[in-house]
Nanobody, 124 residues
Framework: VQLVESGGGLVQLGGSLRLSCAAS????????MGWFRQAPGKEREFVAA????????YYADSVKGRFTISRDNAKNTVYLQMNSLKPEDTAVYYC??????????????????WGQGTQVTVSS
């Protein structure tokens, strides 16, 4: 499985960004996909997850109502639309995949494959 993130950058407080995660190497219909982030000096934390087969989603409380995870089956791509960005959203954002799709999880150790990450910086 190969995951390649894109779309990060520098944005002002209150701005928006859309991250993309292009997936390849497998058929992903039985997978779940997640977005995580890691700020300097902090542990990697869960942001959002989506089940590829039916689009069911799960969000961290810190981003609920501001971020939206979605997928495009034809493009094998998962997106993270981020609105109303805050300085505390600044981090490297990672895409991840797990074959455990019977339930959506925020546990990093249950994800099998990871992308290289993309930097998101929110200035105040």
């Amino acid at each position: 499985v190969q995951l390649v993130e894109s779309g990060g950058g520098l944005v002002q407080l209150g701005g928006s960004l859309r991250l993309s995660c292009a997936a390849s190497g497998r058929t992903f219909s039985s997978f779940a996909m997640g977005w995580f982030r890691q700020a300097p000096g902090k542990e990697r934390e869960f942001v959002a997850a989506i089940r590829w087969s039916d689009g069911i989603t799960y969000y961290a409380d810190s981003v609920k109502g501001r971020f939206t995870i979605s997928r495009d089956n034809a493009k094998n791509t998962v997106y993270l639309q981020m609105n109303s960005l805050k300085p505390e959203d600044t981090a490297v954002y990672y895409c991840a995949a797990t074959q455990r799709s019977d339930f959506l999880t925020k546990a990093t150790w249950l994800y099998d494959s990871w992308g290289q990450g993309t930097q998101v910086t929110v200035s105040s």
